[in-house]
């Protein structure tokens, strides 16, 4: 995006300061929802001969409905937004390069 001139400038900057109040307000006791209890999470370890072990999580769902959530990984790059309907499981895996070795802390609601 290119900017004309000074006027559309001028107009810009006036909206930085809204823009950081509005971040700066923001509730800090807002949080994420997590997935239902019903969706159950279960990580291994997987060794592979000569190549990097590999941290193994698996999500099913046992809800009576499909459930839409990703994967938080603590040490290594989230998953991403998935719908599982009912009885399904995605698995997702992340290489072990150096400790401390990647774990998914929360499935999130997305």
């Known amino acids: 995006m290119s900017i004309a001139n ?3 400038l001028k107009k810009l900057i006036t909206l930085i300061p809204a823009v ?5 307000s923001w509730p800090n006791n807002v949080q994420a929802a997590t997935a239902p209890s019903c969706v ?5 370890k997987q060794v592979i001969r000569l190549a990097p072990d590999k941290i193994v999580a698996t999500a099913t769902n046992n809800c009576s409905g499909t459930q839409r959530f990703r994967m938080i990984w603590a040490f290594a790059v989230d998953g991403s937004c998935i719908s599982i309907p009912a009885g399904g499981s995605r698995t997702e895996r992340r290489g072990i390069l150096s400790p401390p070795s990647p774990t998914v802390s929360e499935l999130r609601k997305c």
């Open 6 to 8: 000074t006027s559309q």
């Open 20 to 24: 950081l109040f509005a971040v700066a």
């Open 40 to 44: 159950n999470l279960r990580q291994s």
